[in-house]
């Protein structure tokens, strides 16, 4: 299911993480050769995904949500 990206967030271990409108948190790291995503390093290349929509397999997967979407 896919849901926009509404914020990110960094987690202990400085990695990026998207927050979900669904209220899912998505990891979302630049690590070549895996993962490209160079946008991600930079406030304005983040500010340009916001409401990208991303595939959220915590939602099919019925999990609970990891924060509590804003109004």
Same mark, same amino acid.
């Given at each position: 299911?896919?849901?926009?990206?509404?914020?990110?967030? @960094?987690?202990?271990?400085? /990695?990026w993480?998207? +927050? =979900?409108? %669904?209220?899912?948190?998505q990891h979302?790291?630049?690590?070549?050769p895996?993962?490209?995503?160079?946008?991600?390093?930079?406030? @304005?290349?983040?500010?340009? /995904?916001?409401?990208? +929509? =991303?595939? %959220?397999?915590?939602?099919?997967?019925g999990a609970?949500?990891?924060?509590?979407?804003?109004?």
């Amino acid at each position: 299911m896919q849901h926009a990206i509404i914020g990110f967030t @960094q987690d202990d271990e400085l /990695h990026w993480v998207a +927050k =979900l409108a %669904c209220g899912h948190h998505q990891h979302v790291r630049h690590n070549p050769p895996w993962t490209n995503r160079p946008w991600v390093v930079t406030p @304005q290349g983040r500010q340009r /995904h916001l409401n990208v +929509k =991303l595939e %959220c397999k915590k939602c099919d997967e019925g999990a609970p949500v990891d924060f509590i979407v804003p109004i």
